[in-house]
């Protein structure tokens, strides 16, 4: 946090010379300092999430590349004139260890197109309304559920 801080105000002033990299040391070491104290924030806690970064990345591109293929599938409903949508609810429960895996996974339901999360209530049952039944299937265990069930299992 402390090099990000440093960076950002280096990235800022448009040019790098002793006196803007030693008035951002002078400034950052204050905010990261609050930080430290009033939001707990610790090293540990910074290196864990560095450490999740190249889950994350992957995690987000499995995410852009359902919405695409979320994408081309509600256009076809839309388009066509054959095809009737047939709107419904799928209620499923999922366990994480984290509630913020459970957050995570509600809204990559969200933002995929055809798809929005309704529900998710305290005892892991997620409620999902689904444009199409064709949308609902296999969303129970879909990619995002394995992919955050891998990374509980590696910590």
Known sequence: ????????????????????FLTGLVLAVPVYLFFCLVMHFTPKKEWDFVSQLPWLMKYFAVLLREI???????????????LEPEPVLVRFKRTFKQNSHEVLLANSITLTPGTITVDLSEDDWFTIHALDREFAEGIDDSVFIQMIQEVEEAE
């Open 1 to 20: 946090m402390l090099f990000l801080l440093l960076g950002l105000w280096i990235v800022f002033n448009g040019r790098i010379t002793w006196e803007v």
């Open 68 to 82: 695409v293929k979320a994408n081309v599938a509600v256009t076809k409903l839309i388009l066509s004139d054959r």
